[in-house]
């Protein structure tokens, strides 16, 4: 059996809260059991990002705070640097602060793995989720 090992993470609270009313609601027995199932997911679906030199297609979901200063400036600026990489965007209002963005890819997986890097780590940036698949 493998050892276990014992991390501490720091939450704002409205996050943290929303995460335990989610897990309780599946049915979670603990906190520390859902956070290693989230973590689990998230890497098993980074693990596109190794293919580095197929092609790939699919889709990368943004949701960001537009009042963030120079973000969609920046935003805009990432994707006509990748402008090979991107068939199509659409972007959605979702309310007076937030946005989404979906944006279509095909291309090299490491050029898409850079792509989604560069836009997950910017300022403002809520949420990143890659649909990515090999063809």
């Not at 580095?52 to 943004?62: E, H, P, R, S």
């Not at 120079?70 to 209002?93: D, F, K, P, R, V």
Request: net charge neutral; hydrophobic share 40%; glycine share 6%.
């Amino acid at each position: 059996m493998s050892k276990i090992v014992r991390v501490g993470v720091t939450f704002p609270p409205d996050l943290l809260k929303d995460f335990d009313d989610i897990i309780q609601k599946m049915g979670y027995e603990s906190r520390s059991k859902a956070i290693q199932d989230a973590v689990r997911l998230y890497v098993s679906e980074r693990k596109w990002l190794k293919e580095v030199d197929a092609k790939q297609t699919g889709v990368i979901l943004m949701v960001y705070d537009h009042d963030t200063r120079g973000l969609e400036s920046n935003l805009t600026e990432a994707q006509h640097h990748h402008s090979e990489l991107i068939s199509s965007t659409m972007h959605i209002h979702l309310g007076e602060h937030d946005c989404l963005e979906v944006i279509a890819v095909k291309g090299k997986g490491s050029e898409i793995r850079h792509l989604s890097d560069d836009l997950a780590t910017r300022r403002g940036v809520k949420i990143l989720k890659s649909m990515i698949i090999s063809i």
